[in-house]
């Protein structure tokens, strides 16, 4: 049996996740995704958005998109400043690996 207070998320790791909402993306924004293929290994690629393949407004693992390359994955992070983009992805590759 799983406890309510198990599965909270708190407010602040939300709002910390703008790659989860679909109003937060747009054509032409540059973002770093996970391909299908490389879930497993966290291989992120970096490219700018062209399609929104994600209909609902939200999406835990991330909104799908279509990069202008062709490529297909979820949005893993949204390089704000190029500190943050290396953190993210440099954490978010520990994560994986753990």
């Given at each position: 049996m799983?406890?309510?207070?198990?599965?909270?998320?708190?407010?602040?790791?939300?709002?910390?996740?703008?790659?989860?909402?679909?109003?937060?993306?747009?054509?032409?924004?540059?973002?770093?995704?996970?391909?299908?293929?490389?879930?497993?290994?966290?291989?992120?690629?970096?490219?700018?958005?062209?399609?929104?393949?994600t209909n609902s407004p939200f999406h835990p693992h991330g909104i799908k998109v279509r990069l202008e390359d062709g490529q297909v994955g979820r949005i893993q992070a949204i390089p704000e400043d190029k500190k943050q983009f290396f953190l993210s992805i440099h954490f978010g590759l520990l994560f994986n690996a753990l």
């Open positions: 799983v406890r309510d207070s198990a599965i909270r998320i708190p407010q602040s790791a939300i709002e910390n996740m703008p790659h989860r909402e679909r109003k937060n993306i747009r054509p032409g924004l540059k973002v770093a995704i996970v391909q299908k293929q490389a879930q497993r290994s966290g291989t992120q690629t970096l490219g700018v958005v062209k399609d929104l393949l």
